[in-house]
């Protein structure tokens, strides 16, 4: 993956370009060579990074220009989806991965902007590649990055996945105001560090990492509006304390503790308890705009669902991923009931019982009017469709009276 390795694709934007006149050197018309180089730059940033690199062959005063592009993003798609299906995938990432770092390291060793506005690694890397990893976190910081991603693709076995480092000073940033990470391990103690070195951190994305345990996202002076673990596990308890956080994506009910969240507006949450779903919500009911949960086979119920009203409510998910139907319909009644300017449902389910018997309770449960929603979705398997299911479905086609679009 050689910096000017020539990758052919029939619509880029470079060969776009190139056919209408743009780049072709000694030509009376070539308009781009006459631009500043901060033009020429910016216009660059906006290719795929192999293709700025190859624009260095047009003329010595192109040569160069690339290496200074604020952008750097190391994405291999087309490698990654080779990867994912190839039978053996192993070998294959152990074929391309040292190529792949080849790539990287050839690139921020010949790179002289001295500030980047977003770093991006997109490939299947593990702990083997620390060194090297660490080694491009460090250059990144150094180069007062904005937008930092590792995204190593959680196809790669998690005991092998690469560790954040715990404390480094190079993950003091004034800079930095979003750091995504995926299939990367993550101690509370790393984020909690971050989150107090990085003053500027607006966005904090971390996935598949399985060494929480006991995390705070606390600060009266974050400036944190987006936070996103899900598919992050071992959690024992999170709080957070965040007052400028707007969108709250997280793995857990139980242990959840939210405080001080006042422009919380979008919630998302994996629940295994109503009664631990009820109290994640206590705080928040008043302001919630969006709300996405995910009810799993062991979740326990209670008889009584009083979530509150939440009269902001505007779009509602639910998917629903256990047994039994009782609970599924008493669930969305209380939620729908709760909501009353409810404008869009989206219902997942994936297991239903192939029979069941008919209960008015719960076919009354379903049905009150509804004066606002306007979109309903359902995804489910349609093969298995029981008389349950229709039932919840009429109930809300029939009471919503001002449905556009199911």
């Given at each position: ?70 952008f750097l993003k190391f994405d291999a798609d087309n ?328």
């Open positions: 993956m050689d910096a000017n390795r020539v990758v052919t694709h029939s619509n880029s934007q470079l060969e776009m370009c190139d056919k209408a006149g743009y780049l072709r050197v000694g030509n009376d018309d070539n308009r781009l060579s006459k631009l500043p180089d901060d033009i020429l730059v910016d216009i660059m940033s906006r290719l795929l990074l192999e293709e700025s690199a190859r624009t260095s062959v047009l003329s010595s005063r192109w040569k160069h220009l690339w290496k200074y592009i604020p490698v990654v989806y080779k990867i994912m299906d190839h039978h053996s995938a192993d070998e294959l990432i152990e074929i391309e991965a040292p190529k792949y770092v080849e790539w990287v390291n050839s690139v921020i060793q010949s790179h002289k902007s001295p500030t980047l506005k977003q770093f991006k690694i997109h490939f299947h890397l593990d702990r083997k590649h620390t060194d090297a990893i660490t080694r491009w976190i460090e250059f990144a910081f150094s180069r007062q990055v904005e937008r930092l991603e590792l995204n190593h693709e959680s196809f790669v076995n998690p005991k092998r996945y690469y560790r954040f480092p715990r404390f480094h000073s190079f993950a003091t940033s004034n800079s930095l105001k979003a750091l995504s990470l995926k299939s990367v391990h993550v101690r509370d103690a790393a984020v909690e560090f971050i989150l107090r070195n990085c003053p500027r951190l607006e966005e904090l994305f971390v996935r598949y990492s399985h060494n929480f345990s006991n995390l705070e996202v606390c600060g009266s002076s974050l400036k944190l509006k987006r936070l996103d673990l899900r598919y992050s596990f071992d959690f024992e308890s999170l709080k957070v304390c965040a007052p400028c956080l707007t969108s709250l994506k997280v793995p857990i009910t139980e242990g959840l503790l939210l405080e001080n969240v006042p422009m919380l507006v979008e919630l998302s949450l994996t629940c295994h308890s109503i009664k631990g779903l009820i109290s994640a919500l206590a705080c928040c009911f008043f302001q919630l705009e969006v709300l996405s949960v995910s009810f799993f086979d062991k979740t326990t119920e209670t008889s009584e669902l009083d979530f509150g009203e939440m009269p902001k409510l505007k779009k509602l998910s639910v998917e629903y991923r256990k047994r039994g139907y009782e609970g599924l319909t008493r669930l969305i009644a209380a939620l729908i009931r709760a909501s009353p300017h409810l404008e869009e449902f989206g219902l997942t389910y994936n297991w239903l019982p192939a029979t069941t018997k008919k209960d008015r309770q719960l076919e009354d449960a379903i049905r009150f009017p509804h004066h606002h929603l306007k979109v309903f979705e359902l995804s489910c398997d349609y093969s298995r469709i029981t008389n349950v299911m229709v039932d919840i479905v009429g109930g809300i086609l029939k009471n919503c009276v001002v449905l556009e679009k199911s």
